[in-house]
């Protein structure tokens, strides 16, 4: 319980994670998986920390919040690349051709 509530407080798509961690959860120890995934989250807000630093001092809110915005969907489109989640490109026209209509 405490696992999933903590994975929900600190990111949303972070439980996205656990899913991921069921593959590997037959030969872990709870500790160790919780261990993981406290750094994946340690990771994550790293990450972060370092957009943030990166940005001009004269950034606003809401353009650290764009930035921010745009590098957890790229993030969020490699993983599901990587988990196969695509379509193929004759796909993708057909769906463009449907929303410039």
């Not at 949303?12 to 120890?29: F, M, N, T």
């Not at 990771?43 to 940005?55: D, R």
Request: charged share 30%; glycine share 2%.
């Amino acid at each position: 319980m405490f696992l999933a509530t903590s994975l929900r407080v600190a990111r949303p798509w972070a439980v996205e994670r656990c899913s991921i961690l069921k593959h590997y959860a037959d030969g872990l120890q709870y500790q160790q998986m919780k261990e993981f995934i406290m750094q994946a989250i340690i990771s994550e807000k790293q990450n972060i920390l370092k957009t943030v630093q990166s940005l001009p001092d004269d950034t606003s809110i809401e353009e650290a919040m764009e930035r921010l915005y745009l590098l957890f969907k790229i993030e969020k489109g490699c993983r599901q690349a990587d988990s196969g989640k695509t379509v193929s490109h004759a796909e993708a026209e057909k769906r463009m051709k449907k929303w410039l209509k």
